[in-house]
């Protein structure tokens, strides 16, 4: 009876992990990316993630699970950051030999072929002359996508800093283009 | 001469453009993202603005490129973990 009693909360476990982070593995991946310096960084802190949410995930209550996660992560990169040096897993054992075997780490993927390059180019060097604490938000939201709220999660700051920060970092960005002639200086308001 | 608008109104250029980037992230009320709307099609110098930021989110959208190879083996471990919890 106790067997089968286990058997059924690993059931319920694993599916709730199948159904709520098994999706998100791709955005915690992105997420990972913008706050670490190396994509085998970033690797690490999302089988770290994973392994936390594994382990946490009969206490989650099923709402909110990319903030449930965004958390778990977070907590994560201040423990990596804490021991200065990442951790390689040894559980499950596949994750080693992947790791070992190195497969493309590199970023792949033809860029879009329609784009305006020197507007890219000038955004490009716009973006990487950010102060660190608006270029994070921009990564967060403009480049991986994220909502407000789950950057203000990531990076445990209000929404609204998350707003007045990235809207200031997209008009340094927006001054500069139009300082280069790229952009439109700002027209007259009525 | 411009009648003095509402605190939620936007049909003035200053209030439109402070609300602007929160209106191309999605993030404004309905009614206020359509009232931005209404404006932007009948103000030239507003619609360019918002046209500007969104090339700007656009370009730093084409920034994205995960890894699929790691992205894949991520999604691995993580069903190796409901594997092996299943076997224990």
Not at chain 1, 169 to 174: E, F, T
């Amino acid at each position: 009876m106790e067997d089968s009693s286990a058997e059924a909360e690993l059931s319920t476990r694993s599916q709730a992990f199948n159904k709520y982070v098994l999706p998100e593995v791709e955005v915690l991946y992105r997420v990972a990316r913008s706050l670490t310096n190396q994509p085998a960084d970033a690797e690490d802190l999302v089988q770290e993630t994973l392994l936390r949410a594994f382990r946490f995930i009969d206490r989650f209550d099923g709402e909110h699970p990319r903030a449930w996660l965004l958390t778990i992560l977070r907590n994560a990169e201040h423990s990596r950051h804490r021991r200065q040096r990442p951790q390689l897993f040894h559980d499950p054992e596949e994750a080693l030999d992947r790791i070992n075997a190195e497969p493309d780490r590199a970023g792949h993927g033809p860029e879009e072929l329609l784009v305006d390059v020197v507007f890219d180019a000038v955004v490009e060097r716009a973006f990487a002359a950010l102060p660190e604490k608006y270029r994070r938000i921009v990564a967060l939201i403009d480049v991986e996508g994220l909502s407000y709220a789950c950057a203000a999660a990531v990076l445990d700051v209000p929404v609204g800093t998350v707003m007045s920060r990235l809207h200031r970092a997209r008009n340094r960005i927006r001054r500069l283009l139009a300082a280069e002639g790229i952009a439109p200086r700002r027209g007259g308001c009525r | 001469m411009i009648e003095r608008a509402g605190p939620t109104s936007f049909q003035h250029c200053w209030q439109v453009r402070r609300a602007l980037q929160s209106y191309l992230d999605g993030a404004l009320p309905r009614a206020a993202a359509e009232q931005v709307a209404e404006h932007l099609a009948s103000c030239d110098a507003c619609a360019r603005e918002a046209r500007t930021y969104q090339a700007i989110k656009d370009s730093l959208a084409r920034r994205r490129s995960p890894s699929h190879a790691a992205v894949q083996r991520l999604r691995e471990f993580g069903a190796a973990l409901i594997d092996e919890s299943d076997c224990r």
